[in-house]
């Protein structure tokens, strides 16, 4: 059983950075495909990033595509995030998938099988 805690969550200013942190126990980030789900208030919970053990190569949202960077060794996955906007506020989860996920699958909140906690990132002035 694959245990997940992120951390680094706080509350900054807008154009501020902060970086998350989720590790795993019982389990690495090095297989299948790991990633970080966001849900805002009153809003459904969405696909950030996520990268896959078999290409490494990473996949984001267009909403943080430029801004965002995921990375993960074996027992971390790391969200680099800056320029950080109001509308980035939300409560950050880790995944992950003991499988090779497409593209296309990658944004599936189903596809995933194991989730953490969450970590809450408020952006405000």
């Known amino acids: 059983q694959v245990q997940l805690v992120e951390s680094g969550g706080g509350l900054v200013q807008p154009g501020d950075s902060l970086t998350l942190s989720c590790s795993a126990s019982?389990?690495?980030?090095?297989?299948?495909?790991v990633g970080w789900f966001r849900q805002a208030p009153g809003k459904e919970r969405e696909f950030v990033a996520g990268?896959?053990?078999?290409?490494?190569i990473p996949n984001y949202a267009g909403s943080v595509k430029g801004r965002f960077t995921i990375s993960r060794d074996k027992s971390t996955l790391v969200l680099k995030m800056n320029s950080l906007k109001s509308e980035d506020t939300a409560v950050y989860y880790c995944?992950?998938?003991?499988?090779?996920?497409?593209?296309?699958?990658?944004?599936?909140?189903?596809?995933?099988?194991?989730w953490g906690r969450g970590t809450q990132v408020t952006v405000s002035s």
């Open positions: 990268i896959r053990r078999q290409s490494g």
């Open positions: 019982g389990g690495t980030f090095t297989a299948g495909t």
């Open positions: 995944v992950v998938s003991s499988r090779n996920l497409i593209m296309s699958s990658m944004t599936a909140e189903h596809e995933y099988d194991y």
